[in-house]
């Protein structure tokens, strides 16, 4: 089920999107980008609407997917 970013508190948002990031590990690519670039990338994802907020009632878990790959 998608969850609308619009429907959250702005706090519950951030934390989601916290969360998110620390489950991922860490990024070893060309640039090591800190916690705050993160959620501020992903954040730019989700308004933009390429980025959706998913829960799973089957796990019981929250995450974020890129919009494209979830509707398909």
């Known amino acids: 089920m998608i969850i609308p970013w619009q429907d959250l508190e702005k706090e519950t948002l951030a934390n989601i999107v916290e969360a998110v990031i620390l489950r991922e590990g860490t990024d070893y690519g060309f640039e ?25 009632e ?5 995450d974020i997917r890129d919009s494209m790959e979830f509707m398909k």
Do not use: D, P, T
């Open 32 to 56: 090591e980008l800190s916690l705050e670039s993160k959620k501020k990338n992903l954040l730019a994802k989700i308004y933009q609407g390429s980025a959706v907020i998913v829960w799973s």
């Open 58 to 62: 089957l796990h019981e878990s929250i």
